[in-house]
């Protein structure tokens, strides 16, 4: 099995890396991919390593080759998190409410110039460093994770549909304010989000999988020499595409 890819395998951010050109859009520099005259738009949201990871770059430009103009702002301002970083110091800086007004400007962004379409996925991530406590770690993924950003915006009906891959600890309470659809995707091995408490959530029109095998952080913090872990992030990503397709096309 595949355990949790966060702990033990974090990204090394090359800002060249990608298809697509850094632009700014809604006041944040932005990854943007795909066709500039798409009226539909997916915007993924970073796990807390930021916007420049390979990986996401590369998620971004395959789900681009779908017809979509996709972006990735950097919801960090530059102050993506490091293991040296770690506490709730570096959450502070970050809140949950600032991430979602500036999800929100971009979105107006991309209105303005002329998307009618908008979907939105979010990544969350796994303990960072064997120092931190659980305590620390819980108080952390409580206060900000970009997935819920995504939970967020549905709420508001400014997007089409949200996918939330390998999420924190949502609430049946936060997941039934939700007015949009939504697809989970969750994972096994996951102490953050607990398979049992993920299958509950069905109030909405929703789409809810676990992965088995593997551990938090999978779809984007996989080992590319794990045959495994590359074939579920693989399955991951396609079924983050079909949602987005379903509802956003």
Not at 63 to 89: C, H, I, M
Not at 227 to 235: G, P, Q, R
Request: glycine share 8%; aromatic share 8%.
């Amino acid at each position: 099995m595949s355990g949790p890819q966060c702990a033990h395998n974090p990204p090394t951010l090359d800002p060249a890396s990608g298809a697509g050109h850094v632009q700014q859009l809604g006041g944040l520099n932005t990854y943007v991919t795909g066709d500039q005259d798409s009226k539909l738009a997916v915007i993924l949201l970073a796990d807390a390593f930021g916007w420049e990871v390979p990986k996401l770059r590369n998620l971004a430009d395959k789900v681009a080759a779908s017809g979509f103009l996709v972006v990735v702002p950097d919801f960090y301002y530059g102050d993506q998190f490091t293991r040296e970083k770690a506490g709730p110091g570096w959450v502070e800086t970050h809140p949950p409410d600032r991430g979602c007004e500036d999800a929100k400007n971009i979105i107006a962004a991309l209105k303005s110039k002329g998307v009618s379409k908008i979907g939105a996925a979010g990544f969350c991530w796994e303990k960072l460093s064997p120092t931190i406590s659980i305590q620390v770690m819980e108080a952390i993924v409580r206060e900000w994770i970009l997935g819920m950003v995504a939970v967020r915006l549905a709420k508001y009906e400014c997007i089409e549909a949200a996918v939330v891959l390998h999420p924190g600890p949502i609430t049946v309470e936060e997941i039934n304010e939700v007015k949009t659809p939504i697809a989970i995707l969750g994972a096994e091995i996951d102490h953050i989000a607990p398979p049992e408490m993920i299958k509950r959530l069905g109030d909405v029109d929703s789409f809810v999988k676990i992965f088995p095998g593997v551990g938090h952080g999978w779809t984007v913090r996989y080992n590319d020499d794990d045959e495994f872990a590359v074939k579920s992030a693989l399955e991951s990503h396609s079924d983050m595409l079909n949602w987005l397709t379903k509802y956003v096309k």
